[in-house]
Nanobody
Framework: QVEVVESGGGTVQAGGSLRLSCAASGGTFSVYSMGWVRQGPGKDRELVARINWYGGSTFYGDSVKGRFTISRDNAKDAVYLQMNSLHPGDTAVYYC?????????????WGQGTQVTVSS
């Protein structure tokens, strides 16, 4: 079983920055991609950013382009989300997810989420 653990959430004023971290662990597995999904109050889940493990191509949601940067550490099976120019609309629970293969079978694995609150 792959365990995904996030850290780095908190409260920040509008215009500020936060950096989220996430690491996958547990047994033998191969990561194919990792990313961040958020869910704000009264909103649907939104894919924020994703990075492919081989090649490092990235995807960003329209609402965060130019403000957020996703990066990875292949050796640590870790992914990071640098969030700049935060505004109250970024307030959400941020979930880390990975698509990984265990014994050749690919599945999604999710963390418990970390709260990000941006005050005006």
């Amino acid at each position: 079983q792959v365990e995904v653990v996030e850290s780095g959430g908190g409260t920040v004023q509008a215009g500020g920055s936060l950096r989220l971290s996430c690491a996958a662990s547990g047994g033998t597995f191969s990561v194919y991609s990792m990313g961040w999904v958020r869910q704000g109050p009264g909103k649907d889940r939104e894919l924020v950013a994703r990075i492919n493990w081989y090649g490092g191509s990235t995807f960003y949601g329209d609402s965060v382009k130019g403000r957020f940067t996703i990066s990875r550490d292949n050796a640590k099976d870790a992914v990071y989300l640098q969030m700049n120019s935060l505004h109250p609309g970024d307030t959400a629970v941020y979930y880390c997810m990975t698509y990984a293969a265990v014994d050749g079978r690919g599945s999604e694995y999710w963390g418990q989420g970390t709260q990000v609150t941006v005050s005006s």
